[in-house]
């Protein structure tokens, strides 16, 4: 859409017909856009127009979950995959696994921040927990709700993360940190259901989208 979500367009190129789970601008540059599907990962340099795909060498997982790219070198990009983590910092050329410290590779979702020491930090939501690297992915260490689906990350400028997490870890589903994930708090107040949160969006309000009841 060119007009806030007025009309749609439908894109009749390379990724039609893809079970797409993540969308993701390089920021600064509106032009490139990566999309993560189950059938692997895509780029496009025009906005959507057209797509190729980013599969370089050591990124042997098709089923792309999630993808972030550093905002300070949008060479690097990570994504997350039902078998763990996979870097590049040559913009999608070659992978590596980054794994280490990851006791669950079952990824669901990937967030990004600066970090004021010059690393990036990176937290991954699992199929049980927080996970949390302060080196831009190069190694990982558990960072709360251990046991819980995670299966969306918020970062906000204002220091504080959140995280949505699945009806079937207990009725808290919506979580709040302002320590980067040292310690959580519940924030399911009255008016939320006790239903899954599945994505999140800071613009003034928070918002909340959950399975089956809706925004």
Known sequence: SADGGATWQEFQNEIRNRWVNDLELVPGNPDILYVATWEGLYRSTDRGQTWN??????LYRNDIKSIVVDPEDPNTLIVGTGDGVFRSQNGGASWSAVNEGLENRNIQYLEIAPNDEGENLVWIGTGSGVYRSGNTGATWS????????????????SGMLYAGTGRSSGAETLWGSADAGDSWSPLNSPGLPDKSVNALLYSDHLYAGTAATGV
């Open 53 to 58: 795909h980013v599969g370089g060498d050591g």
């Open 142 to 157: 558990p960072s709360g709700l251990q046991g819980k689906e995670v299966l969306a990350l918020l970062w906000h400028e």
